[in-house]
């Protein structure tokens, strides 16, 4: 798990500003990752997620991605990252609010 470690310092210094990232589980193939933080409140929040995996691909070795991201009910995200080549639908979450009416649902994509 060196690699996350690495990862985790690279990304807490170039992005640490706006997200954090906290591991709540790393397995060999999978990991699940609670990002947070300004970054919540902006457009694009998944790039973040998937600059993560590139920072990770790098050092692991091996080309990673996110497989799902959902929305906390606090405004955090979790994803889970997984290498490119297990992945075989990507999951995202969406939650939208339009005149104090939510729209929450999940979109599956290959």
């Not at 996350?4 to 589980?25: M, S, W």
Request: glycine share 6%; hydrophobic share 35%.
């Amino acid at each position: 798990m060196d690699c996350l470690r690495q990862t985790i310092e690279k990304f807490r210094t170039v992005f640490g500003a706006e997200a954090l990232v906290d591991i709540l589980q790393a397995e060999p193939r999978a990991i699940t990752a609670r990002f947070h933080g300004n970054m919540c409140y902006t457009c694009g929040t998944v790039d973040y997620f998937e600059d993560f995996a590139a920072m990770y691909s790098e050092c692991a070795g091996e080309d990673w991605t996110v497989e799902s991201y959902r929305q906390n009910p606090d405004g955090s995200y979790t994803a889970v990252l997984k290498p490119r080549s297990e992945v075989k639908t990507r999951k995202r979450h969406i939650k939208v609010i339009i005149a104090g009416e939510e729209i929450d649902y999940t979109v599956e994509t290959t």
